[in-house]
Each structure stands twice: as C-alpha cells, then as structure tokens.
C-alpha cells in the first residue's frame, strides 16, 4: 500500500501534469486565434499579383481607411455598409499610376479596408470577422474549388455575398458575370489551358449590361467579377 507521502506526490504531479496541458491548450489557442486576425499583417493578405509596392501601399491605406470609419462608428454605436464608404469605393487613397493596376490597387484596398473597419468596429461586422478572408472567393484566383457539387452556388445568386445596392443590380451583375464566366470556362476547358482572371477583357471591365439606371457602377463591377470567378469555374469543370 502506497505511503501518504507517495500518495501526495502523486496528486502534485497530476496537478502539474494537468496544469501543463491547460497551458499548452491556451497557448494553441491564442496563437490560433492571432492567426485569423490578420490585421496590419500584409503576409496574412492573399497575393492577387502586382508588384510589392503597389500591394503594400494599398493594403495600408485600405486598413487605415477602414480603421478609420470603424472606430467612428464604433464611437457612435452604428454600423454601415462598406460600399456606404466613398473612399472604399473610390479604393484610390495613395494611389498612383507609378504603381501599375489601379483596378488591382482597389482589390485589395478593399481587401484591407473591409478588415481594418471589422477590427474596430467588430459588433457591426461580426459575421465578416469570422469568414472576411475566407471570403477570398471575392478576390483570390487561388482560393480553393475542390468542393462538393451541392455546395456550388452557379446561378443561385442567393448564395453570393451581399454588399448593397438594389435587387436589379445585383442580380443583373452577378447573372451577366456567370455568363462570361461560363463561356470563357468552358473554352478553356477546351483548349486544356487555365488563365488569370484578369487576363479576360470582360472581367477587368465588368461592365456588361451594365446601365446607369442600375446605380453604384463600382459596386456592380464587384458582384460581376464574383459571378464570373464563379462561372469561370463552373464552365471549366463542365457543370
């Protein structure tokens, strides 16, 4: 039979033992936790191409923009919607010709924007904070289309992202997109090739259809490319 002594060894080492863990799981936690607020954290950024300059100079200006108008909004206990923002949806703070793309420059000063305004405005965008960068489907050509068919969105514009602005414009922009999408998808399929989406003239303008009537053109522009990333996809897997 084991000693008091023993007995209280034992128990201390299954404290420690025990305490060890819970430190290791804090750890693992936190450190999980850092890793999905990419912040002011550039490498956290999906790379859309375009030199390192230009990718910088808009992803700070993007953040601090939207830093900006989060915290004010905080302060005032409301929150708006991105594309309520001029300078997000002008996306040109700092911006020079020097630089290259604009229409590359605006991506991801978007990109930034969106997650410098969650990060201090956070009870506004909750959702966004949680799936803001998984959200690369908006932005990022190597974002992952591995999925099950039945999670595919194709035309069930429903499941595409909503970033204001009227039904029609919506549903014109992400339906005109899909279409171009598709076609050039399926080309390429084709021809067994596969191209950077801003190889396409119709994507990098992503006017099609378009009409003043609808309103924001920018924001059009916006849920154009996501219908054609999406059909581009489709149409290259022959869906």
Known sequence: MES?????????????????????GLTAFNAS??????????????NLGGSFQLRQTALNAGYNEGAKEG??????RRARSFSDFSSYRDANKDYSSKLGDRDLY?????MAFETGYNDENASSYSNNRDRDYDRNRDYDRNRDYNQDRNDRRG????????????????????????NAGVKEGHNDAKKGRTRNYRDFGSYKNA???????????????RYYREGFENGYEDGYRGY
């Open 33 to 46: 936790a850092s890793a999905q607020r990419r912040g002011r954290n550039w490498d956290g950024y999906p």
């Open 207 to 221: 006017t099609d259809d378009y009409s003043s009537k609808l309103g924001d053109k920018e924001l059009y522009r």
């Open 106 to 110: 605006q991506r991801y000063f978007r």
């Open 155 to 178: 035309r069930n514009w429903d499941r595409y992202e909503n970033y204001g602005g009227s039904f029609q414009l919506r549903q014109t922009a992400l339906n005109a997109g899909y």
């Open 71 to 76: 915290q004010k909004n905080r302060d005032s």
């Open 4 to 24: 008091s002594r023993q007995l209280g060894k034992r128990s201390i080492t299954g404290l420690l033992v025990a305490g060890l863990v819970l430190v290791v």
